[in-house]
Nanobody, 121 residues
Framework: QVQLVESGGGLVQAGGSLRLSCIVS????????MGWFRQAPGKEREFVAA????????HYAASVKGRFTIFRDNAKNTVYLQMNSLKPEDTAVYYC??????????????WGQGTQVTVSS
């Protein structure tokens, strides 16, 4: 079974940094795209960042571009989200996801359990 296990969430002050990790098992990690999403209470889940397996192409939501970095270590089957210059509006449950690439789109088929990130002001 494909399993995604996250870690690294917590409480941080505005302007601080956190690094989230997601370890993938049950799937050939290097063959799939990896991404991060987040969801705040009462809001829809939103895309944060994605790392395509081919071409070393990363994509970011405008709200986090320049502050967050997604990167992956294929040898460790792990994807990371480095979050810098955190803002209170970044507070949410963060989910990692694994997906299939089709043309220029990704179909996300497996998700992690979510980890809480809280940014205090």
């Amino acid at each position: 079974q494909v399993q995604l296990v996250e870690s690294g969430g917590g409480l941080v002050q505005a302007g601080g940094s956190l690094r989230l990790s997601c370890i993938v098992s049950g799937r050939t990690f290097s063959s799939y795209a990896m991404g991060w999403f987040r969801q705040a209470p009462g809001k829809e889940r939103e895309f944060v960042a994605a790392a395509w397996w081919g071409g070393s192409i990363n994509h970011y939501a405008a709200s986090v571009k320049g502050r967050f970095t997604i990167f992956r270590d294929n040898a460790k089957n792990t994807v990371y989200l480095q979050m810098n210059s955190l803002k209170p509006e970044d507070t949410a449950v963060y989910y990692c996801a694994s997906g299939l690439e089709s043309e220029s789109r990704i179909s996300w088929d497996y998700w992690g359990q979510g980890t809480q990130v809280t940014v205090s002001s």
